[in-house]
């Protein structure tokens, strides 16, 4: 009879007995490493490369025209009038939030399907709804940010050349701050839907950055062809399948603004109407997105 033996081993477990944060703690968490994945902090140094590049080139713009408003003499030919500058910043910095959309909504989704994730947070407290609703407000806030940073640098700066002083300045210029705001939650829902909609399509990142850029060209190519080259009937609405062109309509609208040469002009459609397509199909979207997760986790 052969005589058996055995070992214990103290590996040195110990019960978890702090706060027990349950479900609204993991959504949280889940939330808060989105934000520091897309910004790549506590990330190597490459990762933090393109993210922080684009951030830095959003915000010289505004630097520039603050320090020639400074530099050059009131009334010169070439000074840049601050207070007007808000809606044309946003347009400015349009393509390099679909290009930031690009990058961070494959990075969000697709490391944690690829790296089996999704059934570690499947044993939490945690629904795939509470999943992909804290990585699109990660999403969501950093997009958001990208957008506002840029014109909270044009707002200081706005106040800073006021005529009647700083403090009077920002007086003047605060009822900006709200228009502000729609507009960069404008933007950002007509970017980041989609873009979750490919990531979670898609297992290679670089696939989806490249099907994520094609798919937005491809809609205002498209839309553009059919308003302004095409006579059929009731064309004029395919306008509305253009996330681009009517987030940038919608800036020019928010801010006071016209563009007759605008597609949702061209289509004798009122912004409005662009602002609540983009929310019906964002909603769209998120509800497929969420389809999809109720089948990985």
């Known amino acids: 009879m052969t005589e058996q033996s055995g070992a214990v081993y103290d590996l040195g477990y110990e019960p978890f007995d702090g706060e027990r944060s349950g479900r609204k703690g993991a959504r949280k968490a889940v939330y808060i490493d989105g934000i520091r994945r897309v910004l790549g902090l506590g990330r190597k140094a490459r990762r933090k490369i393109m993210p922080w590049t684009l951030i830095v080139i959003a ?79 990660s999403l969501a806030t950093i997009v958001a940010g990208f957008m506002i940073v840029p014109q909270l640098v044009l707002f200081i700066g706005q106040a800073a050349t006021d005529e009647e002083g700083l403090f009077q300045g920002f007086i003047n210029a605060a009822d900006t701050l709200p228009r502000i705001i729609a507009v960069a939650a404008v933007y950002t829902i007509a970017y980041v839907p989609l873009g979750f909609v490919i990531a979670s399509l898609s297992n290679r990142k670089a696939i989806a950055t490249a099907s994520y850029l094609a798919v937005m060209i491809a809609l205002t190519a498209f839309t553009e062809a059919i308003v302004r080259e ?68």
């Open 59 to 137: 915000i010289i713009p505004s630097i520039v025209a603050i320090g020639i408003s400074f530099i050059l003499p009131a009334g010169s030919p070439d000074t840049i009038n601050l207070a007007d500058q808000n809606s044309e910043f946003f347009l400015l910095s349009g393509t390099m939030t679909m290009l930031f959309t690009a990058l961070a909504a494959p990075e969000l989704l697709i490391p944690d399907r690829r790296d089996g994730v999704l059934s570690m947070l499947s044993s939490r407290p945690l629904t795939p709804g509470d999943y992909l609703g804290a990585r699109f407000a």
């Open 230 to 297: 095409s006579s059929i009937p009731a064309g004029r609405w395919f306008a509305l399948l253009a996330p681009i062109n009517t987030a940038d309509a919608a800036n020019v609208w928010i801010f006071g603004g016209s563009n007759p040469d605008a597609l949702l002009a061209v289509a004798d459609i009122s912004p409005i109407y662009g602002i609540i397509a983009l929310v019906v199909f964002g909603s769209l979207l998120s509800m497929f997105s969420l389809h999809r997760y109720r089948g990985l986790m």
